[in-house]
């Protein structure tokens, strides 16, 4: 086995086990595109600085663009010997360019190189995660537009509670999608910082030009401090944070979708491509693609806890405990994604079941509210109204009947203020309707959510 680069001050080989325990390329492998991003941004600055010689900065920046060439073809396979991605592509270069390879590590430590290294990969991932974010909340108000007319109960406690339609229950999770592509918006600017030039925390000796490196990198600024440049991981707990909302948010819709498919509800079928069976009971159309999600959701959190437990104790600056944070990252981030992309699809080919929706919604006296509240409009007060209402109820469900089929004379017992007109107040369809209530569920409120929506996500 190669010397490792600080060799110099050992006199024993490191133990195996150590070395294999200690290695990071097996899941910091995937930075090499962003390694070498940073690398190219720092041997230009130091050859404009004239640390070291011009040419010596023009020949690695060619020798790490064949490199990534390479990689990018399979040309060059990652070494899983190697200690991590960045010192693979250091050795890689030095192999190939010798001694001019060796002048690419000058006024840079591993500890400033890896943070940023994670901030390029990182807002990569942002950006792709933005975008299928909001290609899920655009699958969500087109379904909307398609059901602001679908009537089904809305629910308080799980139990059936006030009428709503279909669009508006979906266009509550579009608004909370709408808030995590604000939140990873938010993010990615607070990370927007280079902490490349920091060194390995307390700077450097060198004439460096960090706002060059930064500038070439996409940053808007360097970090200005260079502790807090090494350390800082904020920004992966951040992300994490985010992550964590957007699959609460996919698990909760998950968990309804559950409901809905189940025979006690059929609101909706999935489509089979996105359902399995069962290995004994030949009947089963399970929704196992919303239960895994469901249960990657504990996943995703789990990676939060692991970034927040790992970073709770560290002392400035540097420890390794912080090799620690990309497995748990890079894991929240894979699993979002895999689940981001699976659920578009499944929304956008499940079948909505309205009549079962509507029927649902007959049921379960949700027009109760209605009825109190068409005695409020004829002035009497709610909590007087609310206890006629309650009473009413009482006698429906003793005769087996509705508030739909109950008898005006029933009605007029309780009060002479009920007439013939009560039963269009609380028909199902006069009592979505009427709910103009800005954000409520009648199809004009619903409509105008989702031309906010549309322009919030600029279509």
């Not at 195996?16 to 690398?39: C, L």
């Not at 560290?314 to 748990?328: C, H, R, S, V, W």
Request: charged share 25%; glycine share 6%; hydrophobic share 40%.
């Amino acid at each position: 086995m190669a010397d490792m680069m600080w060799a110099g001050r050992f006199s024993k080989q490191v133990d195996e086990t150590v070395n294999a325990f200690n290695s990071s390329i097996a899941f910091d492998g995937r930075m090499y595109k962003h390694d070498i991003q940073g690398s190219i941004a720092h041997a230009t600055m130091l050859g404009d600085c004239g640390i070291i010689p011009k040419e010596d900065s023009l020949e690695i920046i060619r020798g790490l663009e064949e490199i990534l060439a390479d990689i990018e073809s399979g040309k060059l396979a990652l070494d899983p010997e190697a200690e991590d991605i960045h010192m693979f592509i250091e050795a890689e270069l030095t192999k190939r360019l010798g001694d001019v390879g060796k002048r690419l590590h000058t006024a840079r430590s591993r500890n400033d190189q890896v943070a940023v290294d994670i901030r390029l990969y990182l807002r990569d991932e942002i950006d792709e995660i933005y975008a299928l974010v909001k290609e899920l909340a655009v699958t969500l108000l087109n379904m909307a537009k398609e059901h602001t007319e679908t009537i089904m109960p809305g629910y308080t406690h799980l139990q059936r509670a006030q009428p709503i339609t279909f669009a508006h229950h979906l266009m509550a999770y579009v608004w909370m999608l709408l808030r995590d592509l604000d939140r990873l918006s938010d993010t990615k600017r607070r990370m927007n910082l280079c902490p490349l030039g920091s060194g390995a925390l307390a700077g450097t000796t060198y004439k460096t030009n960090r706002r060059q490196t930064a500038e070439l990198l996409g940053f808007d600024a360097p970090m200005p401090n260079s502790l807090d440049g090494v350390s800082d991981r904020d920004f992966c707990v951040e992300l994490n944070c985010a992550l964590s909302l957007i699959m609460t948010h996919l698990s909760r819709l998950s968990e309804e979708i559950i409901m809905w498919c189940s025979w006690e509800f059929k609101f909706v079928e999935l489509d089979d491509a996105f359902a399995t069976g069962s290995s004994i009971m030949p009947q089963k159309k399970n929704p196992d693609v919303t239960e895994l999600i469901r249960g990657k959701t504990g996943r995703v959190n789990g990676d939060l806890v692991t970034l927040l437990s790992m970073l709770k104790g560290l002392p400035l600056a540097y420890n390794k405990d912080m090799q620690e944070d990309k497995e748990a990252i890079f894991d929240a981030v894979d699993n979002v994604k895999l689940c981001v992309k699976t659920f578009i699809p499944m929304l956008s080919t499940m079948r909505v079941l309205k009549d079962n929706m509507r029927n649902a919604a007959a049921k379960g006296f949700i027009n109760a509210t209605d009825c109190a509240d068409y005695l409020v409009k004829k002035g009497m007060p709610f909590r007087d109204a609310y206890k006629i209402t309650g009473t009413l109820v009482a006698q429906c469900i003793e005769k087996g009947l509705t508030l739909e089929t109950l008898p005006i004379e029933d009605y007029r017992a309780m009060t002479n203020l009920f007439d013939e007109d009560v039963y269009d107040a609380i028909s199902l369809d006069t009592c979505v309707r009427e709910r103009k209530s800005e954000g409520g569920p009648s199809p004009e409120a619903v409509k105008l959510q989702i031309a906010e929506a549309e322009k919030a996500l600029g279509l």
